[in-house]
């Protein structure tokens, strides 16, 4: 991008200082970047679960040694090797050891169903898998339905600090943390695989060759299988090493709470944490009470999250006896996040939250506020980082560039863009258009180059022949003192189409009545906008990375077939 004005990318006189517009990427991949931070770290921790603490050099002798049992096996260049894991050190060292010996590795969500994983196993074209002992005898009993052949299973209690290990060997199987595995052909225990000799690789890769098939959440349908290349995901690191310029090497410490087998997860917890050399504590059920201990125990500098996890630390109890001064900055992504919620955390810690944006087509992310010293717009998704580039485009051509401050769907291209679907040629032609990716998500770009997400494509409510974006009404919502968590949906209305449904959470101990919301948006929202109904509930369905699930609400109110027309 060198060459180009600010004149036609705007937002390039809003990047913080010190900050390029364009990257000079070293053509390395993540295993150099983890190489280069055991050479100048050794001793420094990298991993810490629950207070049992692993160096780099330690472990990347446990990554050597899982690399060395996948290449015993037969693992070669291209083979699919698939996780099953929350975050546990396993999990990190797993994915490592398959990206260094040229493997491609297919994370999966431990909460998934026997058919969503048969769907990812088979369509990957998985062969090996490591998972958690908890679900071995499942996986086994699956396997035939699949081209897996190994099974390595790991434990919640193979890596606990004293006196945890013993504890959680008396009360583990009482307390359902663990189980006894039954034994079968090709089934290992993890400590017994890397407990063999460490060894050297010299598989010859290419940058372009894919590193993860990362499935996407599935919002419309099967899960699709991104293809992600060595040089889109070491390039998404680079973009964010020059974007936190003020973080220092070796010097910080990462919550790493954001589930590794999201993409979200592996990039800003996992990937550019070692790179950059940090302590990672890892938390591997994210609820509020877990974050606040993990915080008032680890005193993490960075912390990478998504909206829910905000909302939830917010209004749990313990908040008020945390104290939260170690944060440099934390980042928010994969949702929108509210305001309020933006501001009340800043109070709080002392530390500004940088909202973004991100897709697993984009590894993820692409756009950020700045951080250090450019100007932050609250409620934005920030500017395109270096070397990306983004722009609005009609709804119904997909080409035509709106004018400033007008609504169309986000598209953008950068070198961190997916390589593109598995096995989906037709799909991959649809998304990448030209060199441009559509993203399916409606936004608009101020005269600065911020963009603003006004919500997805697909979520669009018709009201009456106007547009209505369920997010200006949540946003509306969650200005409401009582409110903890809204979500807004279409459903079906005899005149105008469709209309407005809200689903709401209250704060604990709070009471409201429908007529108090309505009443509360009737002068904030244009009359077309108003809901027509609101549902009162204790929580609201959310994807293991915390984002609120408007399908499921959808689904769930067309099977009730309860659309009303009162108003």
């Keep these: 991008m060198s060459g180009t004005t600010h004149h036609e990318r705007p937002w390039l006189s809003s990047y913080g200082e010190g900050v390029p517009s364009h990257v000079a990427y070293d053509e390395i991949f993540l295993s150099d970047f983890l190489e280069r931070s055991v050479e100048r770290f050794p001793h420094k921790t990298a991993l810490n679960f629950q207070g049992f603490k692993l160096s780099y050099r330690e472990t990347d002798r446990m990554i050597k040694s899982m690399a060395a049992w996948l290449t015993a096996i037969g693992v070669t260049k291209g083979d699919r090797v698939a996780i099953l894991l929350p975050n546990l050190i396993p999990c990190m060292v797993g994915y490592y ?53 190994e099974i390595v299973y790991t434990s919640i209690g193979d890596y606990l600090p004293f006196p945890k290990n013993l504890l959680f060997a008396l009360m ?25 000799a460490p060894s050297e690789f010299s598989e010859s890769l290419d940058l372009d060759d894919v590193a993860m098939c990362q499935y996407t959440g599935g919002t419309t349908g099967l899960a699709k299988g991104v293809m992600l290349t060595h040089r889109n995901l070491s390039f998404q690191i680079q973009q964010a090493k020059v974007w936190f310029s003020e973080f220092r090497e070796g010097g910080e410490c990462c919550l790493c709470a954001l589930p590794w087998f999201h993409i979200f997860g592996i990039t800003c917890a996992l990937n550019y944490p070692v790179a950059m050399g940090w302590e990672m504590a890892l938390v591997p059920k994210p609820g509020a009470p877990q974050l606040l201990a993990a915080i008032r125990k680890f005193r993490p500098t960075f912390l990478p999250l998504v909206p829910t996890m905000y909302i939830g630390m917010l209004n749990d109890p313990a908040i008020d006896k945390t104290d939260m001064t170690s944060i440099k900055a934390s980042f928010s992504g994969s949702a929108p996040l509210p305001v309020e ?36 717009k609250v409620g934005s998704i ?54 441009w990716l559509h993203t399916g998500d409606i936004a608009r770009m101020d005269g600065d180059g911020y963009f603003y997400i006004v919500d ?4 669009m409510i018709l009201s009456g022949g106007y547009n209505v974006y369920p ?32 689903f709401v959470v209250m704060k604990r101990g709070e009471t409201a009545t429908e007529v108090e919301m309505l009443t509360f948006c ?46």
């Design 172 to 196: 583990g199987r009482r307390k359902k943390m663990t189980v006894d595995v039954t034994p079968a052909p090709d089934l290992f225990k993890w400590t017994a695989v890397v407990d063999r």
């Design 456 to 459: 997805r494509k697909k979520d």
């Design 471 to 502: 997010r200006e009404i949540e946003d509306v919502i969650y200005e409401h003192p009582k409110v903890q968590e809204v979500c807004a949906i279409g459903i079906p209305h005899a005149h105008r189409g469709e209309a407005v449904k809200v």
């Design 341 to 376: 919620i933006t501001r009340e955390f800043e109070r709080r810690s002392g530390a500004i939250i940088v909202e973004g944006f991100g897709m697993t087509e984009a590894s993820p992310v692409t756009h950020m506020n700045p951080f250090s010293g450019g100007p932050r």
């Design 522 to 567: 009737s002068d904030k929202l244009a009359k077309y906008k108003w809901p027509v109904a609101i549902a009162f509930c204790h929580d609201l369905p959310k994807s293991t990375v915390g984002k609120i699930l408007r399908k499921d609400l959808r689904a769930a109110e067309a099977q009730t077939g309860r659309g009303t027309s009162r108003v």
């Design 97 to 149: 050891a398959i990206l260094r010996v040229g493997g491609v590795a297919v994370m999966n969500n431990p909460l998934y169903t026997d058919r969503e994983l048969l769907h990812q196993f088979n369509d990957s074209g998985a062969r090996v898998l490591i998972t958690l002992d908890l679900l071995a005898d499942r996986m086994v009993a699956l396997r035939d339905q699949t081209a897996i052949r």
């Design 382 to 435: 920030g500017v395109p980082v270096p070397d990306t580039d983004a722009r609005v485009v009609d709804l119904v051509d997909g080409t035509r560039p709106m004018a400033v401050g007008e609504i169309g769907e986000m598209v953008l291209k950068g070198p961190q863009v997916m390589k593109g679907y598995h096995n989906r040629p037709d799909t991959t032609a649809e998304t990448l258009v030209d060199g």
